[in-house]
């Protein structure tokens, strides 16, 4: 029982970071779609590695992600406001680039797929 511990506590704080984020962060600079990738809260519960997703170009997500970075407190005292956790982990985000990654790959393999079709 214990190992399912550590990924419920990962996906209430996912959940919470997620409301906070599209619900209660006033910025008018964050104008573009942040998703929460993934959430791992260390076994101490000191920390959480919040990966997060922004869609635009590289300049949007670098000013998004400095501005998600300075609202780390806000979004610290919410998680405890919302979750019941003995401690509230300090916020850690990180940009998540898995899914351009993906992207990426796809457009490889269907380059690879028409290149295949004309050849035959």
Do not use: C, W
């Amino acid at each position: 029982m214990v190992k399912y511990r550590g990924g419920r506590i990962n996906e209430e704080v996912k959940k919470a970071v997620s409301s906070i984020i599209q619900n209660e962060i006033k910025d008018p600079r964050l104008n573009t779609l942040i998703s929460v990738t993934k959430v791992e809260v260390t076994k101490d519960l000191r920390y959480a590695k919040v990966l997060v997703s922004i869609l635009g170009d590289d300049k949007v997500k670098t000013e998004s992600l400095n501005i998600l970075r300075k609202s780390a407190g806000f979004i610290r005292r919410e998680v405890g406001h919302k979750v019941s956790l003995r401690l509230t982990p300090e916020i850690i985000i990180e940009l998540d680039n898995s899914i351009e990654q993906g992207m990426h790959i796809d457009s490889i393999l269907e380059k690879i797929k028409e290149t295949s079709k004309n050849d035959n």
